[in-house]
């Protein structure tokens, strides 16, 4: 049996983890033994173990939170990649792909995982080159790497999937009306995500007018210690205060309900300015829950032209007139949800990990 090291650098469940979670059932069932290195603490490990795959502990980042010297991280990869003897290392995230890139591991493949579009200086470009192999989660993420010198040779595009026993259409119970103490009849939209000047929340808050008819959730926690960060997140407060907003509009922490409580939801909003492929559009698509968002990287490479309101990225105009549209037309509403739902057949785990599963398969060919 062949061994698979996936390297996380994060212990929360966000984006990148969830999706290697919805994968590791479906590698073991086609023969493979899935290994995955990540932090001591936090909820991927006991995630992971659920799958019944394996975990070790590997801390990137110190007792304080900061990522550890590039250097001291390499150095120590080899020894673990051969205490587990892994006939491949996948990199679960841009970051980790580029602290695995030069590493020698003489017969092992080593690939890598990009699922940000960010600007890469020529080091990290020439670093992710190193690699035997990289997946891409989109064709606007592979496109926009390509375009900073990224090699497109064995570099593939392969979506995430979404598990549709997990996400699927289901009548709403009430519950996060009752626990925000809301009337049944008020309608729920809600901006899903990590607290970031990327995801444009303060689009999304800008644009969104209740008209009595609705409720706005912010959902998600901050994770960057930067000072511009935390001046990011009052921003979003003040915006709320300044437009006598506060009634209308509710702060969140990260839930652990997400698969139930978007089937509590009327629509999600989804302003950010850079997306490889949104995670909580594929679980809102399957849903069957109508999606406002903005065209960036790959969101119409879930919808399509038709099956979500799709905005030009910072269009506060546009955004209150798809939000105002979901609002007042139920129909529409029914019909993107729809529309979205059917979609779901192009990102799911078991299309992810064969894609995946070839993919290493063709590069132990080549090795």
Known sequence: MRSILYLCEYGT?????????????????VGW???????????LAARVRKTGAEYDAWDVADGAGRKRPLEALRAELPQLVARHRADIVHANSLSMSRVLGPVETPDVIKVGHLRDILKLNRRVITDLNQLDGRIAVSHATLDFHVSQGLLDESTRVIY???ATTVFFPGEPTGYLH?????????????IIGQIGMRKGIEIALQAFTSNGQAHLLVIGDRFSQKDEAIEYEASLRQIVAERRQTADVTFLPFRHDLPQLLRELTALVHAARQEPLGRVLLEAAAT???VVATSAG????????????????????????ALDRLIFDPAYRAQLGRKAQARCGLFTPGKSTSQIARFYNDLLARS
């Not at 469940?13 to 069932?29: A, C, D, K, Q, T």
């Not at 290994?35 to 909820?43: H, T, Y």
């Not at 009752?178 to 809600?190: M, S, T």
């Not at 790959?298 to 007139?321: H, K, L, N």
């Open 33 to 43: 033994r899935p290994i995955v290195l990540g932090p001591s603490a936090g909820d």
């Open 13 to 29: 469940l966000n984006g990148g983890e969830n999706s290697l979670l919805s994968i590791l059932p479906y590698v073991m069932s």
């Open 288 to 290: 069957g829950l109508p």
């Open 298 to 321: 790959g969101t119409r490479e879930i919808f399509g032209d038709d099956a979500a309101e799709i905005v030009p990225i910072d269009d506060v105009d546009a955004m209150a007139r």
């Open 178 to 190: 009752r626990e925000l103490n809301l009337p049944r009849e008020k309608q729920l939209f809600a």
């Open 160 to 162: 995430n999937g979404v």
